[in-house]
């Protein structure tokens, strides 16, 4: 009883600040393209069944990450538009993916290193247009265990005819909407339809393949503004100069950069390319051998995982495999080196969540469901047994002292990590650093 009390006044406080650092921020700050894309992210008409925004699935009060805390506790994996399907892996945040630059490799003793790009395996490369984050936003609208609409004209549509945005779309991007549509009634039924394709000359395709473009680029405009990359964490004050650290937490960010927990090798802290302030990763990617999450809801979808339980997740491996057909060449032969490995991601918000005891998810599958089981597996994943199965989850791996197998055994990092040597008292307090991480600590403008 006392702790609901506490959590309900962390909420009524979560939410006075949300109303401060959001509310305020929101109408009069934005530029048009902005506003336009915050109420894209934010539509729920955007799904085959008219039920599903971005938001779903990338909530601002946890981080832009996912709201719901019984998923999060288990497969962490969302539903999609359509009720029993699900995808394969969590959501990361939303925030701070405009920065990723455009997928590319660099040359490093000899071996090709993938950066940028968005996805957990960075398949929304940014080669379309120009921009990761834009790319990745025609995704989820047309994904089937996602929005699951059956044809981009269908978003086109419910956009330039929407109460809230029609008005926005035409003055960001004049005559974007001049488009000759077929009888109202015969969009819907071909947009409530899976499999379904509105009827239109290729004049009137080729506009609305453009406003596709637009849409997206607007809601990656959203994505790159104040609201969703604020900054405004209490580690950007320390850095500001606004306010001190606690001891516990300059210890946890001494060992972050420090050679002993070696984090900030891939988690970066130095400067963005424009002076931004540390964005906490490199864009890179690793295998750090995260289990199988046991609970991830994948195995069961016979209809898209005809795997079953022997799937894997394959990361940026299995996406340069399939040879992108909208990237600059074949990179088929570089896919073994990097199956199983994921894109470092930010580690702002980490730990923002409505209320102390509201359970996130870490992890392309989130495996992990506190910053202390994170920091505890770098730090002794090579030094515990392995658990006799391979799907164990955190809580029982925790229980019996082990670790599973990672998910995938080829190209685990074991230089960085595995064995760290940490303290418990030191764990904790890389986990203090970790929740100074956290948007909405104070006003920027103020
Ligand atoms: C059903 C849940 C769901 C919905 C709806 C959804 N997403 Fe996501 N989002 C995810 C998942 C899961 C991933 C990771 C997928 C992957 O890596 O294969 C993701 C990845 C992303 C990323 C990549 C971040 C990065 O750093 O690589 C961004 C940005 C993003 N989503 C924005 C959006 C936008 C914009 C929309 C609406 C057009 C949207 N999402 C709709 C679940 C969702
Ligand atoms: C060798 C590079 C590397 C190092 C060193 C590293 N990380 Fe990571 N980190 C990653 C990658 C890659 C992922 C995503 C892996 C995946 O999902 O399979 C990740 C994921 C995370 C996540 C989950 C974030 C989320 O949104 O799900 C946290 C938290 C984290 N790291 C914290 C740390 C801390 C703390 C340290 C230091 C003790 C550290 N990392 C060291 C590469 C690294």
Known sequence: MEIHTRELAFMLSGLFMAWVVLGTATAEDLAPNERLGQSIFFDKQLAIKRNQACAVCHGPREGWTGPEQKLNAAGAVYEGSIKGRFGNRKPPTSAYATYSPVLHYIEENGEKVFIGGNFWDGRATGHKLGSSAADQAQGPFLNPVEQALPDSACVVYRVCNSVRDERLFNDVWPGACDINWPRRNEVNRACSTEGGR???????????????????????????????????????????????????????????????????????????????????????????????????????QAAFNPDGKSWVDLGLGGFLAKTPTDWVADFSAFAEENYGKHKVPTLRNVDKRPYPSFIKAYMHNGYFKSLKGVVHFYNTRDVKPKCHDLFTTEAQALAQDCWPEPEITANVNAEELGNLRLTDKEEDAIVAFLKTLSDGFFDKRK
């Open 198 to 300: 509105v009827a239109l000359s290729p004049e009137d395709r080729a506009r609305s393949d453009q406003a596709y473009d637009a849409i997206a680029l607007s809601i990656a405009a959203f994505e790159d503004s104040r609201v969703s990359n604020q900054f405004s964490s209490k580690f950007d004050a320390y850095l500001a100069g606004k306010v001190p650290l606690t001891p516990e937490e300059q210890r946890g960010l001494a060992l972050f950069k420090g050679d002993k927990a070696k984090c900030a090798n891939c988690h970066t802290l130095d400067r963005g390319p424009h002076g931004e302030p540390p964005l906490f990763t490199d864009f890179s990617y690793d295998n750090i051998g995260v289990p199988r999450n046991p609970d991830n809801p994948w195995y069961m």
